[in-house]
């Protein structure tokens, strides 16, 4: 087999909480590597299907294939840092198991490998009696995804006992909602990774899924800058660039990524003891977004935020990042069409919100009286891969997708994970046996 040619650095990473050596393995236009399994996308589902398949399978020579110099670049590395409980999503669809089961999963990880993490806590708050309705059928969702430990707070004195300065009328209390850097996870999955033997190439972006004419290894994975790679399977978590990866491959494009992203506000060091944990608004049913929210991070900071505004670029984390054909795509694509047509108030007020912080710091007064506008400046932002149908459904479960019809055989040995938006940081751990699970079964390779 081909020696791996590139270069072998030793680097630092993570957020002032942990920091760890990952080495960092970039490829040159050496001869081709081969490997029974390639996952592409260094993000936290793929770096986490990765390691899961490399314990599972040791004897397969595998590879991460990331576009970028270091794992978790994208939305694994731009996230509000919460380890959900799992109250929000749909009894029996898989946001809700996978949430609940890989709530469990990272919990037991991060005791096991000493990462470090904080169980904060988070209330949901109802802050008028409209929202009570909506606050308990969330209550009531929760006790059917079995969410551990929820309890219901009744009236602002039982929301002071935890938030002393939150105000509200009814509260979901969720003691076992955490915080915790993903970004530093994913670089604990792909140490793991390494360490049983696989390999991550930095700065390779997949232009192509071609027939590499080797039964052995039959898919030829191209990248931009001409390197190459041979593979008998693959399995694609290219979060916002995940629909044009299914295409390289033949699936449909639809559903497609229309990139939202989340601006967040930094609250002042000196008023960081005005909240102790998560503070939530009771969210809107019509959206996927949780809403605008205050979340304390591991470094001891507290971020208000996201709210969510079409991004006119897909990995555009400033206002003024455009890309014209990224926007013209997202703009006249049907479902972004008649997504707009039905939200075209709410999207409108988000970018108010975004463009007015002292809009947004009146949404938070409603649950923290005591913020001013003085107590918040401009902080970072997240894009959010977001999966739209044509008929301009937004779809709110994660989805998978391989190109089944048998007009190329290489299209049917690549599987895509085409929607993990939030809580997928948090299910990481268990969409990566789900997927392992669909990826033996659908590939037979487990056979030596
Ligand atoms: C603002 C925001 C807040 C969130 N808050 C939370 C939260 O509190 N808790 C939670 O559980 N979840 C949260 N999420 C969701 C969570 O961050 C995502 O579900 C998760 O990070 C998705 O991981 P991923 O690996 O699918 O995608 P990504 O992290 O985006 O990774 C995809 C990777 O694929 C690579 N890639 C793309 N195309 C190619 C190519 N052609 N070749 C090679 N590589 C490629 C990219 O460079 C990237 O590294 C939030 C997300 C956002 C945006």
């Known amino acids: ?7 072998l650095k030793l680097g630092k990473i993570g957020s002032g909480v942990g920091v760890l050596n990952v080495r960092s393995l970039a490829i040159s236009a050496n001869p081709t590597q081969e490997y029974d399994i390639v996952v ?26 990331e576009k970028e110099h270091k794992l978790a670049v994208h939305q694994s590395g731009h996230n509000s840092g919460v380890i959900h409980a799992g109250i929000y999503y749909t009894p029996g ?32 708050v109802a802050t008028s009696d409209e929202e009570v309705g909506r606050l308990h059928n969330l209550y009531e ?77 039959p898919v030829l994975l191209t990248s931009k800058s001409g390197d190459k790679v041979l593979a008998k399977y693959v399995l694609t978590c290219g979060g916002l660039f995940s629909d044009k990866l299914a295409e390289l491959s033949g699936c449909p494009r639809d559903p497609r990524i229309v990139p939202f992203r989340g601006e967040y506000l930094l609250l002042d060091e000196s008023k960081t003891n005005l909240v102790k944990g998560n503070i939530y608004p009771v969210p809107d049913p019509r959206f996927p977004f949780l809403g605008v929210h205050f979340t304390p991070r591991m470094d001891g900071s507290v971020w208000l935020g996201p709210n969510a505004v079409l991004a006119f670029k897909r990995e555009g984390y400033r206002r003024s990042d455009i890309n014209l054909r990224e926007l013209f795509d997202a703009l006249t694509y049907p479902g972004f069409i008649k997504l707009s047509m039905k939200f075209v108030t709410a999207g409108i007020k988000e970018y108010l919100y975004s ?46 997708d391989m190109y089944k019809k048998g007009k190329t055989e290489v299209g049917q040995r690549v ?34």
Request: proline share 4%.
């Open 1 to 7: 087999m081909a020696r791996v040619g590139g270069v």
């Open 40 to 65: 592409v996308g260094g993000g936290i589902v793929g770096t986490a299907t990765a390691r899961e398949l490399k314990i599972r399978h040791p004897h397969l020579n595998m590879a991460i294939l």
């Open 141 to 217: 969702r929760g006790l059917k995804n079995n969410v551990e430990g929820m309890k219901l707070l009744k009236g602002e004195a039982e929301i002071k006992e935890v938030e002393p300065n939150c105000r509200g009328v009814e509260a979901i209390w969720s003691p076992i909602t955490g915080i915790v850097d993903w970004a530093l996870v994913t670089q604990y999955y792909g140490k793991d990774f390494e360490g049983d033997g696989g390999k991550i190439h930095f700065r390779f972006e997949v232009n192509g899924f071609k027939d590499s004419q080797n039964p052995e290894y």
């Open 93 to 124: 669809s898989l946001k809700a198991k996978l949430c609940v089961e890989g709530l469990q999963l990272s919990y037991k990880y991060f005791a096991d490998k000493g990462v470090p993490y904080k169980k904060v806590g988070k209330l949901i």
């Open 415 to 448: 599987l895509h994970c085409r929607n993990a938006p939030s809580p997928g940081a948090t299910s990481s751990l268990a969409i990566a046996k789900m997927m392992a699970d669909k990826m033996e079964s659908e590939f037979k390779f487990n056979k030596r």
């Open 355 to 400: 463009i007015f912080l002292s809009l947004q710091v009146k949404q938070l007064q409603k649950f923290v009286p005591q913020l001013k506008r003085a107590d918040v400046r401009r902080g970072p932002a997240g894009v959010r891969a977001q999966a739209l149908d044509r008929k301009g459904n937004l779809v709110d479960d994660f989805y998978f």
